[in-house]
């Protein structure tokens, strides 16, 4: 069983900045997708940035540009660096996980992002 834990959202003023992070443990696969997602209320939960195990990173149009997507395979955890943040982007964001053999992947607990002044 692999388990993903987040960390790093919060409060946070528009321009500003976040980084959060996901680590996973457990039975990692050698080859792993690891993204981030996220879900505002009464919206459907949409993808923000995904990255491979080559470093590979693809974003939605929204948060190109602004958002920077890395991870570390040593520590088998993936960061979301957030900059120019914006009302729109608050959202509770979801680490997700997929590996060969894996029809749906894990997924985080999510963690909340509140952009206001």
């Known amino acids: 069983q692999v388990q993903l834990v987040e960390s790093g959202g919060g409060l946070v003023q528009p321009e500003g900045s976040l980084r959060l992070s996901c680590a996973a443990s457990g039975r990692v696969s050698r080859f792993y997708i690891m993204g981030w997602y996220r879900q505002a209320p009464g919206k459907e939960r949409e993808l923000v940035a995904t990255?491979?195990?080559?470093?590979?990173?693809n974003y939605a149009d929204s948060v190109k540009g602004r958002f920077t997507i890395s991870r570390d395979n040593a520590k088998d955890t993936v960061y979301l660096e957030m900059n120019n943040l914006k009302s729109d982007d608050t959202a509770v964001y979801y680490c997700?996980?997929?590996?060969?053999?894996?029809?749906?992947?894990?997924w985080g607990q999510g963690t909340q992002v509140t952009v206001s002044s």
């Open positions: 990255i491979s195990t080559g470093n590979v990173a």
């Open positions: 997700n996980m997929r590996w060969p053999g894996s029809p749906s992947g894990a």
